[in-house]
């Protein structure tokens, strides 16, 4: 076994100790629907961050300003009729989620870079200075200019060299959902946080307004526990799944008012993984993808859209249902944060005899896993400084054993008010313990043989 794989495995199986001690408490503790607001109140940990606020309707057909949860958007300064905006590439320190730290490359102190945002028509005007230790170019994914413009080093221009600043210049002429990123060791500057999106609104919008309109970018990083570097070769195994560079419980929450019409634009820069993106309560309906708009008769409805690699898809979805809504990639190891994936198959496993001869080598070695996983967020274990080899956070009836490219669409009569807190479930709306007068009227034996 290499050493990194038992430091990582050493820290997954002092959680099975407490699982073997802990399997009957969660059954124990169900919060009733009524309690759901005061239980919120008591723990502390939501989410961070609340409503948006306000939004500026500051486009053409009253179009709202998008929304770049946990990011920013790029300023711009007008001169004559050019918006002229300056994008840094530099080192960055980023947090994933607290407790869950790195050394990053970015844009402008973060990543992913500063939503680009335009209008139809516009011309820009961007300048790029390079504070990275290695040459770099930005390409705007998608977008049409002019061949000299499209950042492809070598191909299409020199590489910015350290220290040096570049001017690109062009129109955008199509509006859409794009995206941008180096040209030049794109695997190691994307790998490192070198990401970000671009929106350009129509001058003349066609189809219903929509109410808000977010943007998020799918990225997926491979940080060893304990490290702070973010691994540019790997290939495989990430372990860190992020909608703009956060993981849950790191994801800010999109919040929107009731009935409100919404738009989520998704780009997906991560190395090798496309991301199956599922909504909760509602479904939606893909109206453009980077390559443009698509026609109403082509669209259909999705509760699921899959954002290939090097892609965005941008669906919109009328918000109906009340609640806290999970959205997250489908693929469940996209929803761990660095979480061992080579682990012996121990469920149904008596483990008693191998905890004892591990043991001499690792003081307090237990095995994990022989009763599931599901309650290893809930395990107060010691983990290595610089990780989160767990899942979950604390939610309002329990914790939350998902972690990594996860995050709520918190629908609310009051988004501005409410955004913040737990959904308060109405009374009787709630799963809970069935009762067993009920379970007798309707005839069910919850001891019955199949
Ligand atoms: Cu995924």
Redesign the pocket.
């Known amino acids: 076994m290499k050493r990194r794989d038992f430091i990582e495995m050493t820290a997954l199986s002092a959680t099975g100790a407490l699982l073997l001690r802990n399997t009957a408490r969660a059954q124990d503790h169900v919060a009733p629907a009524a309690a759901s607001t005061s239980a919120s109140a008591a723990k502390p940990a939501l989410p961070p961050t609340a409503a948006h606020g306000a939004i500026a309707r500051i486009f053409p057909g009253g179009q709202p300003a998008v929304i770049t949860p946990n990011g920013s958007t790029l300023p711009w300064r007008t001169v004559g009729d050019v918006k002229v905006g300056h994008l840094i590439a530099m080192p960055i320190a980023h947090t994933f989620t607290p407790g869950l730290d790195a050394d990053c490359w970015g844009y402008n102190g973060g990543t992913p870079g500063p939503t680009i945002e335009a209008v139809e028509g516009d011309r820009i005007r961007i300048y790029v200075t390079n504070r990275l230790p290695e040459a770099t170019t930005v390409h705007w994914h998608g977008v049409l200019l002019p061949n000299g413009m499209d950042g492809v080093a070598g191909l299409t221009q020199k590489p910015i060299a350290p220290g040096e600043t570049f001017k690109y210049e062009f129109t955008f002429t199509r509006p859409g959902t794009y995206m941008y990123h180096p040209h030049f060791d794109e695997m190691t500057q994307m790998a490192l946080g070198m990401v970000g999106m671009i929106v350009v609104h129509p001058k003349s919008p066609r189809g219903p307004r929509v109410d808000r309109d977010f943007v998020l970018m799918?990225h997926?990083w491979k940080l060893r526990v304990g490290m702070h570097r973010p691994d540019p070769s790997a290939m495989l195994d990430f372990n860190v799944?992020t909608f703009n560079s956060k993981a849950y419980p790191g994801t800010a929450p999109l919040v929107v008012g009731h009935r409100e019409r919404v738009r989520i634009r998704i780009g997906n820069l991560?190395a090798m993984?496309?991301?199956?993106?599922h909504l909760h309560g509602h479904y939606f309906h893909v109206t453009a993808t980077d390559g443009g708009e698509i026609p109403v008769a082509g669209q259909w409805p999705e509760t699921t859209v899959l954002v290939p690699v090097g892609s965005t898809r941008t669906v919109e979805l009328s918000a109906d249902a009340l609640g806290d809504w999970p959205m997250h990639?489908?693929?469940t190891h996209?929803v761990m944060t660095q979480m061992g994936h080579e682990l012996p198959v121990m469920l149904g496993a008596d483990a008693r005899r191998i905890n004892q001869r591990v043991r001499p080598l690792v003081p307090g070695y237990m095995n994990m896993g022989q009763n599931g996983m599901g309650d290893m967020g809930d395990m107060k274990m010691p983990i290595p400084d610089n990780s989160q080899p767990m899942r979950g956070s604390p939610g309002p009836f329990s914790s939350i054993d998902m972690g990594g490219?996860f995050t709520v669409l918190k629908v609310r009569q009051d988004p501005e008010r409410e955004g913040s807190g737990w959904y308060a479930h109405p009374q009787g709306t709630v799963a809970d313990r069935a009762d067993p007068q009920q379970l007798a009227a309707d005839g069910i034996d919850p001891d019955a043989k199949q």
């Open positions: 799918t997926e799944l991560s993984d496309h991301h199956p993106i990639c489908h693929m996209h490219m």
